[in-house]
């Protein structure tokens, strides 16, 4: 490959071409996916520069022009993932039906397949690093339902720390915001971002999580969309989640 000044690391070469985060684009390389000048590369240094051609499952890369950032508000049921092998509905099978071809973004964060509410969509594989990765510590509020209120030493617990498989869980904060007719509703914020977080966390005090809405993701907040819709983000919005990722 030859040198020049325009070299640029392979995983972040991957993610300017949509291929989602370096940290995923990393996982890309090492599992000999990529070819570069038509030799599989394995190395997670490996350089690319603007003469070399990069392949990958046998078609050429080209990073992607127009950048793009979509909030959408993911319906219940809808599993957040490009194939899914049950068979159930997915983000892009649903977008796909409402007049958004989103094969090419990618989302950021997950939502399980019983949770709704905001999730982030784009092709901007720096932006999906920064927002992803722990140490940017970004901001994720959500309302929970429950069917009955938290005393006020489970929320201290929830606050301080729960162990559930081998990790150590935190809300950032939690407020009730709502009770009517044996529903108690909370704002919890979190900085993390683990796997069904939120339900683990609940059921580590014994509460059923019986609704879970994300409402905000850093700079964006879900606002008055309406299941299943989706919109482009504001300059200020992009600038927002930038500010955020890229401390």
Same mark, same amino acid.
């Given at each position: 490959?030859?040198?020049?000044?325009?070299?640029?690391?392979?995983?972040?070469?991957?993610?300017?071409?949509?291929?989602?985060?370096?940290?995923?684009?990393?996982?890309?390389?090492?599992? @000999?996916?990529?070819?570069?000048?038509?030799?599989?590369?394995?190395?997670? @240094?490996?350089?690319?520069?603007?003469?070399?051609?990069?392949?990958?499952?046998?078609?050429?890369?080209?990073?992607?022009?127009?950048?793009?950032?979509?909030?959408?508000?993911?319906?219940?049921?809808?599993?957040?993932?490009?194939?899914?092998?049950?068979?159930?509905?997915?983000?892009?099978?649903?977008?796909?039906?409402? @007049?958004?071809?989103?094969?090419?973004?990618?989302?950021? /964060?997950?939502?399980?397949?019983?949770?709704?509410?905001?999730?982030?969509?784009?092709?901007?594989?720096?932006?999906?690093?920064?927002?992803?990765?722990?140490?940017?510590?970004?901001?994720?509020?959500?309302?929970?339902?429950? @069917?009955?209120?938290?005393?006020?030493?489970?929320?201290?617990?929830?606050?301080? /720390?729960?162990?559930?498989?081998?990790?150590?869980?935190?809300?950032?904060?939690?407020?009730?915001?709502?009770?009517?007719?044996?529903?108690?509703?909370?704002?919890?914020?979190?900085?993390?971002?683990?796997?069904?977080?939120?339900?683990?966390?609940?059921?580590?005090?014994?509460?059923?999580?019986?609704?879970?809405?994300?409402?905000?993701?850093?700079?964006?907040?879900?606002?008055?969309?309406?299941?299943?819709?989706?919109?482009?983000?504001?300059?200020?919005?992009?600038?927002?989640?930038?500010?955020?990722?890229?401390?």
């Amino acid at each position: 490959m030859k040198e020049n000044s325009e070299q640029l690391r392979i995983n972040r070469y991957l993610a300017q071409c949509g291929l989602g985060s370096r940290r995923k684009c990393d996982e890309l390389v090492e599992s @000999g996916h990529i070819f570069i000048n038509g030799e599989k590369v394995t190395e997670l @240094g490996a350089k690319v520069s603007i003469n070399d051609k990069v392949e990958y499952k046998g078609k050429t890369l080209r990073p992607v022009k127009r950048l793009e950032y979509w909030a959408y508000f993911k319906p219940r049921q809808i599993m957040v993932t490009k194939d899914d092998p049950e068979g159930r509905p997915t983000i892009y099978d649903v977008l796909r039906r409402d @007049g958004l071809d989103a094969d090419l973004l990618k989302y950021v /964060g997950r939502l399980d397949y019983l949770s709704e509410g905001l999730l982030l969509l784009t092709n901007d594989g720096d932006l999906i690093h920064a927002l992803t990765h722990p140490r940017f510590r970004i901001k994720k509020v959500y309302l929970v339902r429950t @069917g009955k209120p938290l005393e006020k030493q489970e929320i201290s617990t929830l606050i301080d /720390g729960i162990e559930s498989e081998g990790q150590l869980l935190r809300a950032a904060s939690v407020n009730l915001v709502d009770v009517k007719d044996e529903q108690c509703w909370y704002e919890v914020t979190l900085f993390e971002g683990k796997n069904r977080q939120i339900r683990r966390m609940f059921e580590g005090i014994g509460h059923e999580v019986r609704k879970l809405r994300r409402i905000a993701f850093g700079s964006v907040k879900l606002g008055e969309m309406k299941t299943g819709e989706f919109r482009e983000l504001t300059v200020r919005e992009i600038g927002g989640l930038k500010n955020a990722g890229f401390k």
